[in-house]
């Protein structure tokens, strides 16, 4: 019986019935090991392929330099598409969005430009800037309205020793209790902190 290899490395078929079969090896140990018949279709393990999982598909493939998850059949049209000006089809709150997204990137100047790729390029030190400017101004607006807020709660003390002052100097509180003389010995500093706020605001 006379064997010859066929297709693949390690599988071999017997001429006189057609079979194939892994022949007898010896292990490392020195035993040996039986022959093996193949069914058809078998594979040996050492020539699997590996298991590519779509994404190392697609890279692989000639379409790797669009985005991931971008369908390469409308990639061509979704690259030179442009923002249309057409506003016939949409509703009015849909124009009225579309104005007031133009504007607003007016009055930001923010600069895009768009890569060969079809990306849009936004300029980042420029928006930074713009933010940190704008975090200024809250800041200066906060401090402003804090401010206010605490003129308004002096005055609003100042105003109830007043209250109280003329309470006794009319006599319908004859007898003022302790607290409420510590409160009328306050008003001056209290008018004095007022008037500080109060220049503050001005400046």
């Known amino acids: 019986m006379a064997a010859a290899p066929i297709e693949r490395t390690g599988i071999v078929q017997d001429e006189l019935t057609g079979e194939k079969f892994i022949p ?3 292990r490392p140990d020195g035993s040996w090991r039986k022959p093996r018949r193949v069914k058809e279709g078998y594979v040996p393990q ?19 330099s669009l985005p991931p998850g971008l369908n390469p059949d409308t990639a061509p049209q979704a690259s030179n598409k442009q923002p249309s000006e057409n506003t ?4 009015k709150a849909a124009k009225k969005n579309a104005k007031r997204k133009e504007k607003k990137k007016q009055q930001d100047g ?8 079809g990306l849009p390029v936004v300029n980042i030190s420029e928006q930074m800037a713009r933010t940190s400017l704008n975090a200024k101004k809250d800041k200066v607006e906060g401090d402003k309205h804090d401010t206010l807020r605490k003129v308004r709660q002096l005055r609003k003390k100042v105003k109830q ?13 004859k007898q003022p209790e302790k607290d409420q003389l510590d409160k009328i010995s306050k008003k001056q500093s209290l008018v004095d902190e007022m008037e500080e706020l109060q220049l503050e605001l001005d400046d």
């Open 46 to 64: 050492e020539e699997v392929p590996t298991y590519e999982n779509k994404g190392v598909q697609w890279q692989k493939s000639s379409m790797s």
């Open 110 to 117: 923010q600069t895009v430009s768009v890569t060969q790729s």
């Open 161 to 173: 020793i007043e209250d109280l002052e003329r309470r006794i100097e009319t006599g319908e509180l």
């Open 88 to 91: 016939e089809n949409m509703s």
């Open 24 to 26: 007898a090896s010896r």
